[in-house]
């Protein structure tokens, strides 16, 4: 093509500079990796020699040469380095348009103008660097392994343990001797260091030693501080902690036996003053002034008021205080004391895990009165809702249908014997017939349908979408 | 004419007539860009403002500017679908026959402006959709072509929601660019108050007829544009729809729905006519930016919880263009792909 030659010329120019910028980047991506192998490779220095020097620094070498002839060996693509070239020398898109377009054979008259006014453009351009370069992560960090490396070459080899694979040819008995000599020596200096190649189970180990009783401990060493004295005579019973663990996994399967965590027995106003008072009729608290004892009788009247049926006998050790009778007035509190004390017990008793509802259920039998939710046993698609089931009324319960006009309707029920004594009611007249005594089920599922459909709308916040759904989660189980 | 004379011939052209319309209308150059870049795209403008920002004496003076036919319709809740279109009327002939005889209603002119469109009803909204679209209207099950070009320019009070009608979905999507009238500048007020209140008689000249804007819209059509702005284009467009994988997250939270394919067209059109406006042969990456708010604000729709949160389009919009960036060729260096 011709025509735009220039075009061409400015792109291949990108396109150096890119395999250019690109061939850095990687070169120094291939150092770091090449500088951190080379530091590996030092760490045996002791064991390859001088090998391992030289063989780091051709690591590095190698690493950035890899990194450099993969930088100049990618394609760059023609349109990548004409966009870089529009995006540099702010020329709108014109370069690459251009490009694309000249080729093409649907091109209008107007793709003419575009590359003649592009290659204009392009040839007053002056010729400069327009790709920054992008320095890898691995190159802000190539430093830490160049330096590394730098410092085990420069410094003396890194003694390896024993035990330790034999790098070193077989055929140099004299310096395989010597590296032995010094190893040795190094286990003289060091008589408490691990054996790497020994590494005995935890039942094998002897604890004995460890004691230090027999150990072979001088004066001046310092890993004795370390040495444990109490524990080390003893092995671990794991079959006792297993059968004690067990125990306790019992023991929290008795929901019932369990203490009740719901509620802080000392925090309890009751528990308060019952403690109180207990301090003082125990002879605790000696000092007590009449004015105190009658705050005490004050607040345990108040709290017998509140629920309680020990008020009066707060009340008559108040009047024997006030008439100078403190033994009566102490005598009235023990009374009031015990009461607290067996309502306190009353309100504990049948509790478990369960709480508040437990609770709930056994005040309901206590009463006796039945009307527990949980103890009506309605059948399917009843409810409590007047005219459409059972109520405990014998003529139902009263509905906004039925003020409306009372002589068009009525309401006729049965006793209906069961769990619980109640009356089958039903709705008679016009009201009977009205539309509100579809099924529950019926309708259910239409509104389920709908709450779907308006979910999947998205007229509801998303937040709000679990609770919904929770919401007729809980309506299909109940 | 060469291809060379017909470009300098817009680009001449374009300038002249803002600079007519700049006569009356004090400021809102960009508005003004907009509406002619509509204008020459073949598309329809729904202008949103405040009353009193001079968006009907914006269309007025657009339409003195054009040797076009101008009607105007104020829409009114009570205004009917035939009240726009035309209907048919009984007409005696002198041997007293009857017959029925077509009566043109307003839409058919080159240029319409349809004031306040949201105080009617959307079956009287309706009744523009046609004409929007295919550029003729159907009475009696006869279809009578509108005049070419044709040009709707609609008007709408985003603040009297009161006895409003906001436009169905359907109908925004017909406008090619939705334009947001702002208040002017000190200075520009200034300037309105001085050309306003004082003795002096503006004339606008027509520099533009309809053939020509025809021939205009055919010249911009052959502008080019690179398979990377378009993807550009597409990108943005498909960002705006949450169900798209590479949506952001902006749009997965506060959109419904995002824009059309023909929101797309309105992009890239729009960008045509922009680059050559600017004299220049060629779609660029930057007319796709400048252009995504008109062309897109009024297409995403946004939830509940995007009204609840008070999410504004243009901001959101903003917001898909920087992530479409990001997902496209534009955000990459090339040369670590």
New interface residues.
């Given amino acids: 093509m011709g025509e735009s030659q220039a075009i061409g010329i400015l792109v291949r120019r990108v396109a150096r500079q890119?395999?250019r910028?690109?061939a850095e980047?990687h070169a120094l991506r291939g150092a770091f990796w090449g500088a951190a192998a080379a530091a590996a490779l030092l760490v045996f220095k002791s064991l390859l020699g001088v090998v391992a020097v030289a063989a780091g620094g051709a690591l590095v070498a190698a690493g950035a040469l890899a990194g450099v002839l993969w930088g100049l060996a990618r394609r760059?693509?023609a349109?990548?380095?004409a966009?870089?070239a529009d995006r540099a020398f702010a020329l709108?898109?014109?370069v690459?348009?251009?490009l694309?377009?000249a080729a093409r054979p649907d091109?209008?008259?107007?793709?003419?103008?575009?590359v003649a006014?592009t290659i204009a453009r392009v040839e007053a351009l002056e010729p400069r660097q327009i790709?920054r370069r992008?320095v890898p992560v691995e190159g802000r960090w190539l430093p830490v392994p160049a330096l590394v490396a730098l410092v085990l070459a420069l410094a003396p080899a890194i003694p390896m343990p024993s035990g330790l694979p034999d790098f070193l040819p077989s055929g140099d008995p004299e310096q395989k001797e010597e590296r032995t000599a010094s190893t040795m020596l190094e286990e003289q200096s060091r008589p408490l260091a691990k054996d790497p190649a020994k590494r005995p189970s935890l039942e094998e180990r002897d604890f004995a030693a460890r004691a230090g009783a027999g150990g072979a401990t001088t004066a001046g060493d310092l890993s004795a501080i370390f040495k444990d004295t109490a524990l080390s005579g003893q092995r671990p019973d794991f079959n006792s902690f297993l059968k004690k663990g067990d125990e306790r996994l019992k023991l929290l399967e008795q929901v019932d036996r369990l203490p009740d965590l719901q509620s802080d027995f000392t925090s309890t106003q009751y528990k308060v003053v019952f403690r109180k008072s207990k301090s003082l009729l125990s002879g605790l608290s000696p000092d007590i002034s009449p004015k105190k004892l009658r705050e005490l009788l004050e607040e345990m009247e108040r709290l017998g008021r509140k629920g309680g049926n020990w008020s009066g006998d707060a009340s008559e050790g108040m009047e024997a205080l006030e008439g100078g009778q403190t033994d009566r007035a102490l005598e009235a509190m023990q009374r009031a004391l015990d009461k607290m004390r067996a309502m306190d017990e009353r309100q504990r008793a049948g509790k478990n895990l369960r709480g508040v509802r437990e609770s709930e259920r056994g005040r309901g039998r206590g009463r006796g009165d039945g009307t527990g939710a949980e103890d009506m046993d309605f059948g399917e698609g009843e409810g409590l809702l007047p005219g459409k089931g059972r109520s405990l009324m014998p003529k139902g319960e009263a509905t906004s249908r039925l003020r409306a006009n009372p002589f068009d309707v009525g309401v006729e029920g049965e006793s209906r014997r069961g769990r619980k004594d109640g009356y089958d009611t039903n709705l008679t007249g016009r009201a009977g017939s009205m539309p509100s005594r579809l099924q529950y089920l019926g309708v259910i599922g239409q509104y389920r349908k709908m709450m779907e459909d308006a979910i999947t709308?998205?007229?509801?916040?998303?937040d709000y979408h679990g609770q919904i759904k929770d919401y007729f989660q809980a309506l299909d189980e109940r | 004419m060469s291809?060379?004379a017909r470009?300098q011939a817009f680009v001449t052209a374009f300038g002249a007539l803002r600079a007519e319309v700049e006569k009356v209308i004090v400021g809102h150059r960009e508005i003004i860009t907009h509406v002619l870049t509509a204008l020459f795209a073949g598309g329809h403008v729904l202008l949103e403002g405040v009353p009193g920002l001079g968006k009907t004496l914006l269309i007025k003076t657009l339409a003195e500017g054009l040797e076009l036919s101008f009607s105007r319709i104020q829409f009114t809740p009570d205004l009917m679908p035939a009240d726009i279109i035309g209907t048919n009327i009984i007409i005696e002939d002198a041997d007293g026959r009857k017959h029925f005889q077509f009566q043109h209603g307003p839409i058919f002119a080159h240029i319409l402006l349809a004031d306040e469109i949201n105080r009617a009803t959307p079956k009287t909204q309706s009744a523009l959709l046609e004409g929007m679209q295919e550029g003729s209207v159907t009475v009696g099950g006869a279809s009578r072509p509108l005049p070419a070009p044709f040009f709707v320019l609609a008007t709408q009070n985003p603040i009297e929601m009161e006895g409003t009608y906001p436009l169905p979905e359907a109908q925004l999507d017909r406008f090619l660019f939705k334009l947001r009238v702002r208040y002017p500048a000190i200075d520009e007020l200034n300037a309105i108050i001085d050309r306003t209140t004082q003795a002096r008689h503006v004339t606008v000249c027509r520099v533009m007829s309809g053939p020509t804007v025809l021939s205009f819209r055919e010249?911009i059509r052959?502008?080019?544009?690179?398979?990377?702005?378009r993807d550009f284009a597409s990108t943005i467009v498909m960002a705006t729809q949450p169900q798209w994988e590479q949506a952001p997250d902006v749009a997965r939270?506060f959109v419904?729905y995002g824009a059309s394919p023909r929101g797309a067209q309105a992009l890239v059109l729009g960008a045509k006519v922009r680059a050559l406006a600017e004299g220049?042969?060629?779609?660029?990456?930057?007319d796709i930016k400048v252009l995504a708010a008109p062309a897109l604000r009024h297409r995403v729709i946004l939830?509940?919880?995007g009204e609840?949160e008070g999410v504004d389009a243009d901001t959101l919009i903003g917001q898909v263009v920087e992530a479409a960036e990001a997902v496209t060729?534009q955000g990459k260096?090339?040369?670590?792909?």
Avoid: C, K, M
Wanted: charged share 35%.
């Fill in positions: 890119v395999r910028r690109r980047h760059v693509d349109a990548d380095a966009r870089l709108d898109d014109r690459a348009t251009a694309e377009w091109r209008t008259p107007l793709v003419g103008l575009l006014d790709v992008v709308r998205e007229q509801i916040p998303r | 291809e060379e470009v010249l052959e502008v080019p544009i690179a398979s990377h702005v939270r419904r220049r042969y060629n779609v660029s990456v930057e939830n509940f919880e609840a060729v260096e090339p040369f670590l792909r």
